[in-house]
């Protein structure tokens, strides 16, 4: 929260602060894809941390992931919203990220990448809520805090 994701287009980079991510934890949250076990299309998730996890839902919107468990730890952060960009998929669109990005290291190589830029936020400055859209994952794992915002 409060990084910037930063994308190459051509010679210039233009960087966006991160305002709002969903955590995906490990092989027993049942709204993670790796619940469901190791396949193809996740493989990703399963580390080593530092890559992103790119897929299409609904047949028209790529959502973008960065890995951060431990290998064979699958953890994920969706990156949900980014100022100037509300939405998984606006952002997605936006920056033009497609599979492309897929199973690529967060790097300047890749053309995507984080950066600090000097700015802290403080742990009261995020506010937790359930994550978006993840009903099917029962009472227990919908209604975790696991969607972070960063206030105003």
């Known amino acids: 929260m409060g990084k910037y994701l930063v994308k190459q287009a051509g010679k210039e980079n233009s960087g966006f ?8 934890d490990g ?7 790796a619940s469901r076990g190791r396949t193809a299309r996740n493989e990703i998730m399963f580390g080593p941390p530092g890559y992103f996890y790119v897929y299409l839902v609904y047949g028209m919107h790529y959502m973008l992931n960065v890995v951060t ?3 064979d730890y699958p ?10 960009f509300e939405g998984p998929g606006k952002l997605t669109r936006g ?21 600090d830029r000097g700015v802290e936020t403080s742990k009261k ?3 937790a809520k359930p994550r ?5 994952a029962g009472p227990v794992w919908s209604r975790k805090l696991y969607r972070f915002l960063l206030k105003n």
């Open 95 to 115: 920056l033009k990220v497609d599979l492309d990005f897929n199973k690529k290291s967060i790097s300047p190589e890749s053309g995507l990448w984080l950066e």
């Open 69 to 71: 468990g431990a290998k």
């Open 17 to 24: 602060k991160i305002i709002e991510v969903e955590a995906y």
């Open 132 to 136: 978006v859209g993840v009903d099917y």
């Open 125 to 127: 400055e995020i506010e």
């Open 27 to 33: 092989p027993e949250d049942k709204a993670s894809h």
């Open 75 to 84: 953890a994920a952060v969706l990156i949900r919203g980014l100022e100037g």
